[in-house]
């Protein structure tokens, strides 16, 4: 059974920094593209980034510059790295197998923002 879980959220500044991490077990992860995914409050689940089993990335263009995406396959692992938050990034994080799968979705983690 593959499962992913999100951590590393919180509240910070406006300006500031956060890493996401998302530990994927129960898979040949090192065979898998990794996407991380956000929800506001009100609004649709969007993209963020993806990175393939090769390491290829695309990310959003709404984080691009500020925001990373990498992988650890030793640790079974995918990093997002926020840099330059703003409030409008203020949303639930969730990372998933791209294309995502409905029986992947995890709990998040709650990335929020102040100004």
């Known amino acids: 059974q593959v499962q992913l879980v999100e951590s590393g959220g919180g509240l910070v500044q406006a300006g500031g920094s956060l890493r996401l991490s998302c530990a994927v077990s129960?898979?040949?992860?090192?065979?898998?593209?990794i996407g991380w995914y956000r929800q506001a409050p009100g609004r649709q689940r969007e993209f963020v980034a993806k990175i393939s089993s090769i390491g290829g990335i695309n990310v959003a263009a709404s984080v691009k510059d500020r925001f990373t995406i990498s992988r650890d396959n030793a640790k079974n692992t995918v990093y997002l790295q926020m840099n330059s938050l703003k409030p409008e990034d203020t949303a639930v994080y969730y990372c998933n197998a791209w294309p995502a799968r409905n029986d992947y979705w995890g709990q998040g983690t709650q990335v929020t923002v102040s100004s």
């Open positions: 129960g898979s040949t992860f090192s065979f898998s593209a």
